[in-house]
């Protein structure tokens, strides 16, 4: 009964809480870098003109050949205002979006333009979305790219407003997410990444330049290719949808390209199995599931709620805030409701553009083939489970036994509102106690490293020995 559910709970990012954040030095500064910014159709969408002003020559303003008078002069203007510089890339009445504007700016500039800007042949480039900022200066981003000798690099995004109600909410969604890129360094975003020029190249190169989903490729395929991938904590604020309508149409989008991600290219999820079974398997491949649940029983969400609102409020204790208790009814609505729609619009996409964005590295260079194989027997064990647990069961000779009867919770026998309140307040509990068990085993063995790691030296060789391996 629980088990579809499991889509409301990413644990593994709830303890990302105990891995160390590398901090940003600024010492370490580098300013050979450029920032590109895709804009076409409408000048009023770039909306973080003072924040470019303090870059001026290093920000290219990139868009197509197919662009309005009207449009052309007033980014002209902007581009002559600001110190800018613009690229009008070469298209034949295509659909256009970002990624493929960055890939003709970076692969046929000098065609592109008929002259060469210098600051295009800079180490590293940004993308950066027209409505994203940032307080940091970007020559210290540069600078950890530098010192970490980094190919390519996802950054901390949050919401630039936090007024209403969706935007209040997103706010405690993005900063959840900005935890998973401690795992995944690679799940790269569309509003702020950096990268080197020479293998953002290669990787635009090989980009399916299907547009939903098109920014999380990016580092796909950079973690595919064995490059360097990781993750430098510099804060961006863009904008976000501050009303349900506008959230919805972002969303669709949003998991139309997690679809294609999930399922479409499921291959190139395998070196990471949790993530793989996480997303592939239970927030997709389980839906009718999940949707059977919600009908049959509909009783246990509540107590459900009430869990994950805990989770919740202690894993993100920094922001804690009340609009945490309306948080699992926007992840119920996200995980029953927006898969449906982003498979539709995934389906309506393909249609359009003929273009499945498959991706078509199959195999993670320099990983080690038996892991790789390992890894797949994993997921597909798991998915085995998960999807003939009955008959699993049966052959455990467990189907007799009810694991929740054995602590004392029935929601079988006697379905009268009172009881399923009372069996529903325990399951609560229990779920709450093995959290926060979990939480605080944990949370002791990352201030004991702590510890450790500061007073190493006073500890006896055979006792340093001990502590490194069980820490």
């Known amino acids: 009964m629980l088990v579809p559910w499991l889509s409301l709970f990413d644990l593994r990012t709830t303890f990302t809480n105990f891995m160390k954040t590398e901090k940003i030095s600024y010492k370490r500064k580098s300013n050979d870098f450029v920032i590109l910014i895709p804009i076409f159709n409408d000048t009023k969408y770039l909306t973080n003109i003072n924040f470019l002003k303090k870059y001026r020559q290093k920000v290219i303003l990139c868009t197509t050949d197919i662009e309005t008078p009207n449009f052309y002069k007033s980014l002209d203007k902007i581009a002559k205002d600001n110190g800018f510089n613009v690229v009008k890339c070469r298209f034949q009445q295509e659909a256009k979006n970002p990624w493929k504007i960055y890939q003709k700016t970076l692969l046929a500039h000098d065609y592109v333009l008929g002259k060469s800007i210098k600051e295009i042949n800079a180490k590293y480039v940004i993308f950066l979305d027209a409505d994203t900022t940032c307080k940091t200066n970007l020559s210290y981003l540069a600078g950890e790219m530098d010192y970490h000798e980094l190919d390519l690099a996802s950054v901390r995004v949050i919401p630039s407003k936090q007024k209403t109600i969706?935007?209040?909410?997103?706010?405690?969604?993005?900063?959840v997410a900005m935890k998973s890129r401690k795992i995944y360094p690679w799940l790269t975003s569309g509003a702020a990444m950096?990268?080197?020029?020479?293998?953002?190249?290669?990787?635009?190169?090989?980009?399916?330049?299907?547009?939903?989903?098109?920014?999380?490729?990016?580092?796909?395929?950079?973690?595919?290719d064995g490059l360097n991938v990781g993750h430098?904590?510099?804060?961006?604020?863009?904008?976000?949808?501050?009303?349900?309508?506008?959230?919805?149409?972002?969303?669709?989008?949003?998991?139309?390209?997690?679809?294609?991600?999930?399922?479409?290219?499921?291959h190139t999820n395998v070196s990471h199995p949790i993530y793989s079974f996480y997303f592939t398997f239970i927030i997709f491949l389980m839906l009718p599931l999940k949707i059977y649940e919600l009908f049959v029983h509909w009783f246990i969400l509540p107590f459900l709620f009430l869990f994950y609102f805990v989770l919740t409020f202690i894993s993100n204790w920094e922001i804690r805030n009340k609009y945490m208790l309306l948080f699992p009814l926007y992840s119920l609505f996200q995980v029953i409701v927006m898969p449906i729609l982003g498979i539709y619009i995934y389906g309506r996409t393909v249609y359009q553009t003929k273009n499945i964005g498959m991706i078509k590295s199959f195999y993670k260079k320099g990983h080690n083939p038996f892991l790789f194989s390992l890894k797949i027997v994993l997921i597909f064990a798991l998915a085995f489970f998960i999807f003939n647990i009955h008959l699993v069961e049966g052959k455990l000779m467990l189907s007799d036994i009810d694991l929740f009867s054995l602590v004392g919770i029935d929601f079988h026998t006697n379905k009268n509102i009172p009881v399923i309140i009372y069996n529903g307040l325990k399951l609560t509990i229990l779920l709450t106690s093995i959290f926060l068990f979990l939480y605080g085993f944990f949370k002791t063995k990352y201030h004991l490293k702590i510890h450790f790691d500061r007073n190493k030296s006073k500890y006896p060789k055979i006792f340093q020995n001990v502590l490194t391996t069980i820490l």
């Open 194 to 224: 950096i990268g080197k020029r020479e293998n953002l190249i290669e990787i635009m190169d090989k980009h399916s330049l299907f547009f939903n989903g098109g920014d999380i490729e990016i580092g796909k395929l950079a973690n595919l």
């Open 166 to 175: 969706m935007e209040k909410l997103q706010r405690i969604e993005y900063h």
């Open 232 to 266: 430098i904590p510099v804060t961006f604020y863009t904008d976000i949808p501050e009303t349900p309508k506008k959230l919805i149409k972002q969303r669709l989008s949003w998991f139309c390209g997690a679809f294609r991600h999930c399922v479409v290219n499921a």
